[in-house]
């Protein structure tokens, strides 16, 4: 039992030293040069100059407002793409569904994207705390489960594989056998 608090204890110093600046002025300038290539780049996505953007935008990946950054950039794609169409696909479409795609769209990409990468960090790690916390508590069921889970994993697949090729192939047939047959016959107007 004592092994786990020094474990723990040893893994929260390295995580607080770690998450500690060691020369503030350099995080400061840091950012601060940041800041001014967030600008730069914001400002060629509004001169429409992808080019230029993407030079920049490689060098913001960790910028936190970097997601903001993409967001502009899609949509100033999707409209100049709006603009450049005919005019007959305006008349196929109503500008209600077009703004909400330039709106609405356009911001789901940009989240899914953004809580992708925290839902993978956070599942990665929790996944790996659990199997930490397993591993202590019992190594050898743990050794057990990490061997026969690939074979679980491949049995099941090929199960569910097998059934959904079996489905899709009847499914017309049952939808065919399921509808109903009326024996009316519609008059054509003269």
């Not at 936190?64 to 305006?90: G, H, I, N, T």
């Not at 909400?100 to 953004?114: E, P």
């Not at 990665?124 to 050898?140: E, F, K, M, P, R």
């Not at 399921?178 to 054509?188: C, E, T």
Request: hydrophobic share 45%.
């Amino acid at each position: 039992m004592p092994t786990i608090f020094r474990f723990l204890t040893a893994f929260f110093l390295l995580a607080t030293v770690a998450g500690s600046p060691a020369q503030p002025d350099t995080t400061l300038d840091a950012l601060k040069t940041q800041r001014e290539q967030f600008l730069a780049a914001r400002k060629a996505v509004q001169n429409r100059d992808t080019k230029r953007f993407r030079q920049i935008a490689g060098q913001l990946r960790d910028y936190p407002l970097y997601s903001y950054l993409e967001y502009m950039e899609l949509r100033q794609r999707m409209f100049d793409k709006l603009v450049s169409l005919p005019a007959r696909f305006y008349d196929h479409n109503s500008s209600g569904a077009l703004i909400s795609k330039v709106t609405f769209n356009a911001t789901q990409v940009t989240d899914a994207a953004t809580h992708v990468i925290t839902v993978l960090v956070r599942d990665s790690l929790a996944v790996l705390g659990l199997l930490a916390w397993l591993l202590y508590l019992d190594w050898q069921l743990t050794m057990v489960a990490l061997v026969t889970a690939p074979m679980v994993i491949l049995v099941v697949s090929a199960v569910r594989g097998s059934s959904a090729r079996n489905s899709s192939t009847q499914m017309p047939l049952r939808l065919e056998s399921s509808r109903p047959r009326s024996s009316l016959k519609i008059a054509r107007m003269p």
